[in-house]
């Protein structure tokens, strides 16, 4: 068949619903003012890693769906997170990306939180602890007692992992939310405490879900030099997708030949606790969560979406906090062949995405984005994509394929979809007030 013309371009696929979505989904401002508002306020989102904060009074501060958060260690060695926002007149509490508040400064006093506005100061569970003049400017009229900052829902899970919710109703803990998908990694990541060795972070110009899709899909893995040599045989195409609650994925593990590469040394001594040698499990959590153990170190991937067109990922990697400086070096190594920047794997996806962000910009036309392959549920079918989308149309009550009409159940899934342990009705689920 020829190139097509116009018509015969814009006509709807001869597949499932539920085997294309419609690229609005990737870049209309609206739809992604609803995701902010559906989805990112409320879903446990895995900050950052407690070795972040090695000390007490230690901070860093972070954004949910554009809620400015700051994420502080307690004396009592308790990791908090607050909404970054000035009780009086909604200046950021503090506006540097990380730091003490053990000593004091001339904008802050030491073991608070100052606002260096107007000097309201809060302690480490964000207490107000002073408003300069109180009782002269409002004569018992707002007290710091009523005062504190709004404290978030904060937990420490899954080898140290800092996870924060936006949204108190939220009716679940981070074992709810994660449905069992970590389940694979989760004795690994806690057999001992771990230790974050490398951070770095992109913003591409592309909708945030275009680099979770790259993360949920090994077709592509042509692209990747690396996957290639060191992995194309018949473990790695048995891989098996399985779906979770909550629009969560992830991909059986395999043993990986770093032989075959010749800057890559064999994983299987330095492998984490509980992994089989040289294995890799990679797990995508919804909304855009990616965790990756590949053999002696762990990537974790979180998307800031910053508006429809432009994501900030960052990327952070882990080790185990035991390790010898020479351990290290050489967990960073195993790191950086792959995904460092000179490795074999993150430019290239990060080239894959930043190509599709050119063609799905504001008000471009509709396209539509294949998601239709069905292999068996192995690796190099779509599967991973379809139970996102599945869980993205319910949440945001629209239609992947036409997000201009509501969420149907049923339409979105093909009827080759693995039985998930349940598709969580989730966001309808609230705590009694
Ligand atoms: S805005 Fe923070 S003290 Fe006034
Ligand atoms: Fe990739």
Request: charged share 25%; with cysteine.
């Amino acid at each position: 068949m020829p190139a097509r013309n116009q018509e015969q371009w814009e006509k709807k696929p001869d597949l499932k619903l539920g085997e294309w979505v419609d690229s609005r989904i990737y870049s209309d401002e609206e739809i992604f003012e609803d995701e902010l508002r559906n989805i990112w306020k409320k879903a446990w989102i895995p900050l950052m890693h407690e070795s972040e904060l090695p000390e007490p009074f230690d901070f860093r501060t972070a954004i949910i769906a554009r809620e400015p958060v700051i994420v502080v260690r307690g004396p009592d060695n308790k990791i908090r997170a607050f909404l970054n926002v000035c009780p009086h007149r909604g200046m950021a509490v503090d506006r540097r990306p990380a730091g003490s508040f053990l000593t004091g400064e001339p904008s802050g006093n030491a073991k608070h939180m100052t606002c260096m506005f107007h000097g309201w100061q809060f302690d480490m569970n964000g207490n107000c602890v002073e408003i300069p003049r109180e009782n002269a400017g409002y004569q018992g009229r707002v007290t710091k007692e009523g005062q504190g900052l709004r404290r978030l829902r904060c937990e420490t899970k899954y080898g140290g992992i800092v996870w924060v919710c936006l949204d108190d109703k939220v009716d679940c803990d981070v074992e709810g939310w994660t449905g069992g998908c970590l389940d694979c990694i989760k004795d690994s990541l806690d057999e001992e405490p771990l230790e974050i060795f490398h951070y770095h972070k992109a913003i591409i110009d592309c909708n945030y879900k275009l680099w979770h899709d790259t993360n949920s899909e090994f077709y592509h893995d042509y692209m990747h030099y690396h996957n290639r040599i060191t992995g194309f045989d018949d473990g790695y195409f048995a891989r098996k997708c399985a779906a979770f609650d909550n629009g969560h994925v992830n991909v059986g593990t395999f043993t990986v030949n770093y032989g075959e590469y010749e800057v890559a040394d064999d994983r299987g001594d330095l492998t984490f606790p509980h992994l089989p040698p040289n294995n890799w499990y990679m797990v995508d959590m919804f909304p855009g969560v990616n965790i990756n153990l590949r053999g002696s170190a762990v990537r974790m991937d979180l998307m800031t979406p910053l508006s429809a067109n432009k994501v900030m990922i960052e990327f952070r990697g882990l080790g185990l906090k035991s390790d010898t400086q020479e351990t290290r070096e050489r967990r960073i190594h195993h790191h950086n062949t792959i995904w460092g920047p000179f490795g074999r794997n993150l430019h290239e996806d990060l080239v894959g995405i930043a190509g599709q962000g050119v063609t799905m910009m504001p008000n471009s036309e509709p396209r539509r984005i294949l998601q239709g392959r069905h292999e068996g549920l192995y690796i190099h079918d779509e599967v991973g994509m379809r139970h996102f989308y599945e869980t993205w149309g319910k949440w945001m009550d629209r239609l992947p394929s036409d997000p201009s009409k509501k969420y149907e159940p049923g339409l979105v899934v093909g009827p080759e979809m693995p039985p998930a342990k349940g598709i969580s009705s989730f966001p309808g689920k609230v705590a009694a007030e």
